[in-house]
């Protein structure tokens, strides 16, 4: 069943969507209203292009990753040890998300437009979204990824490398910044040969739920 939604910040039981996940339509991108989807693992995800309603997302079954599990091989140990790179949090969230976007904003199916961009960027205005950089010797920005981050998860919207292995870097980093700091999650939303190499798993709607409710 999918559910169209009106104006006022509410979301219908997810519980009751398509098999993929998709369960609602409609409603707007304000922070109010994405912070109650996140706080209940709803995202939004819709070709600009091809659709003028936002649709909701909300799979049973969860590709996760838990930052004490995440994997690291032996060639990004090699590459992590060589440090070519430096790594922040938070630095260029501009940056990072425009850098997302621009790779493939020319696809099919591209989902990272202007309004998307305005919306995240104000989640992170506000302390709710935050990016993860890589930066190369001469400080240019070639790597990096940027989601949603509150309670004990983090909720990845998307990664990018303008280098090998970039993308990967951003990620343990934030693994280990994560598992540091009493982090219990990072929401992969779908899953990828990429994160399923990293340690990416998946968990049930209601496990998922009880970790982020918990503290």
């Not at 009106?6 to 969507?17: A, K």
Request: negative net charge.
């Amino acid at each position: 069943m999918i559910f169209q939604l009106d104006d006022s910040i509410s979301f219908p039981d997810p519980r009751l969507g398509e098999e993929d996940g998709l369960f609602a339509v409609g409603g707007d991108l304000s922070p109010d209203r994405l912070l109650l989807a996140y706080s209940n693992g709803i995202f939004p995800w819709y070709s600009f292009r091809d659709w003028q309603t936002i649709l909701w997302y909300c799979p049973m079954r969860r590709f996760v990753i838990f930052p004490d599990k995440i994997h690291i091989s032996h060639s990004m140990r090699t590459l992590m040890n060589k440090g070519e790179y430096s790594l922040s949090i938070g630095r260029d969230f501009s940056g990072v998300i425009h850098n997302c976007s621009a790779l493939r904003y020319d696809e099919e199916g591209a989902w990272l437009g202007e309004d998307m961009i305005k919306a995240y960027t104000e989640l992170h205005r506000q302390g709710l979204a935050t990016s993860v950089e890589v930066w190369d010797r001469d400080g240019k920005l070639v790597g990096g990824l940027y989601g949603v981050s509150f309670g004990p998860a983090f909720f990845g919207e998307s990664m990018f490398s303008l280098v090998p292995s970039a993308s990967k870097l951003a990620l343990i980093f934030l693994a280990q910044v994560m598992e540091a700091n009493g982090g219990k999650l990072i929401d992969c939303q779908f899953e990828t040969p990429h994160l399923k190499s990293m340690g990416g798993e998946y968990i049930s709607y209601e496990k998922y739920m009880e970790i982020l409710k918990s503290r």
